[in-house]
């Protein structure tokens, strides 16, 4: 059975940094296009960065530029550095594939921004 597994949310002080990873069991991911999202409180889950198969990037206008994502294939594993962290950027943090299957989804890593 395939799993996600989120991890390194955290709680940081604005203009901070933390790096997200994403392990996924066994060959799952990397013939799949995978996926960044995030859900804050009282908000529709949001997609925030995606990395293709063949490495290529693509990022929500609100991350561009402080966020990167990258994938590591060898270890199954995707990764998001955020820096210059905002409040606005306090959510729940997923990972799945792009587009994404509701099987996939696990329990996010929470990143708080606050001072």
């Known amino acids: 059975q395939v799993q996600l597994v989120e991890s390194g949310g955290g709680l940081v002080q604005p203009g901070g940094s933390l790096r997200l990873s994403c392990a996924a069991s066994?060959?799952?991911?990397?013939?799949?296009?995978m996926g960044w999202y995030r859900q804050a409180p009282g908000k529709e889950r949001e997609l925030v960065a995606v990395v293709t198969r063949g490495g290529g990037t693509h990022y929500a206008d609100s991350v561009k530029g402080r966020f990167t994502i990258s994938r590591d294939n060898a270890k199954n594993t995707v990764y998001l550095q955020m820096n210059s962290l905002k409040p606005e950027d306090t959510a729940v943090y997923y990972c799945?594939?792009?587009?994404?299957?509701?099987?996939?989804w696990g329990q996010g890593t929470q990143v708080t921004v606050s001072s």
């Open positions: 799945n594939t792009r587009p994404p299957l509701i099987a996939y």
């Open positions: 066994g060959s799952f991911g990397r013939g799949n296009d």
